[in-house]
């Protein structure tokens, strides 16, 4: 089993419905991150958890948001879907208490918002 | 504040031929430096990773990078470029401290041609 789950791995909704993606992590790290990866822009960092009670914005946090439901858990929500938030989104984790920030990535989640 | 550059979003070699993805990063800190690689559908995987330890840092598949302070680089290299080298590849960067986070250049996209 992969060390990073992300659910789904595909999805298509409509404009303006309310979608969650779904992060879980087995490697035991505190730190959780929901990154967009769009062509050209490279990854941007939409929301970042360093424990269970830290929640912090990203570069590009509008329209998203997120719940810490437990320190393997980093949900990820757009309440109105809109068609530019279609992109590959990616969860990662990494533990701070290593001495570098080495990142554990999921396998990704592709959505399209039609 | 921490800055990558990554020159060239689009890199061609032949098959066998030498890889050369470049990167440039500023940090104000002694920096630690990543390199991730990114296949076809799939999440991203840490190649290498710079850690203040030795200056050249070999990682999976034969690739390798040289820290360079004085040129602020960490050049990917490969000697002999394989068809299944082609992915995107992400250089990295993250600063020491309680809050450090990755940094991410923009990616280059490695095609390997027979």
């Known amino acids: 089993d992969a060390d990073v789950t992300q659910t789904p791995r595909n999805r298509i909704t409509k404009t303006g419905k309310r979608i969650m993606l779904e992060c879980s992590q087995t490697?035991?790290?505190?730190?959780m991150y929901w990154y967009r990866q769009d062509p050209g822009l490279g990854l941007r960092l939409i929301y970042y958890?360093?424990?269970?009670?830290?929640?912090n914005k990203g570069e590009i946090s509008d329209g998203y948001s997120v719940s810490r439901q437990a320190q393997a858990k980093f949900s990820l929500s757009l309440e109105s879907a809109i068609p530019n938030q279609t992109a590959l989104y990616f969860c990662a984790t990494s533990d701070s208490r290593a001495m570098n920030t080495e990142a554990f990535f999921g396998q990704g989640t592709r959505l399209t918002v039609v | 504040a921490q800055s990558v550059t990554q020159l060239g979003s689009h890199v061609s070699v032949s098959e066998g031929a030498l890889v050369l993805l470049r990167c440039n990063y500023s940090?104000?800190?002694?920096?630690?430096l990543f390199w991730y690689v990114q296949y076809p559908n799939q999440g991203l995987q840490l190649l290498l990773k710079y850690t203040s330890a030795a200056t050249l840092v070999k990682g999976i598949n034969g690739f390798e990078a040289e820290f360079k302070k004085s040129e602020t680089s960490f050049h990917l290299t490969k000697p002999s470029a394989h068809m299944s080298d082609a992915a995107e590849y992400f250089c990295?960067?993250?600063?020491?401290?309680?809050?450090?986070?990755?940094?991410w250049g923009l990616g280059t996209s490695l095609a390997v041609n027979p």
């Open positions: 990295a960067v993250s600063g020491a401290g309680n809050n450090r986070k990755l940094i």
């Open positions: 940090s104000s800190v002694p920096p630690y």
């Open positions: 958890s360093f424990d269970v009670k830290d929640i």
């Open positions: 490697k035991g790290h505190d730190r």
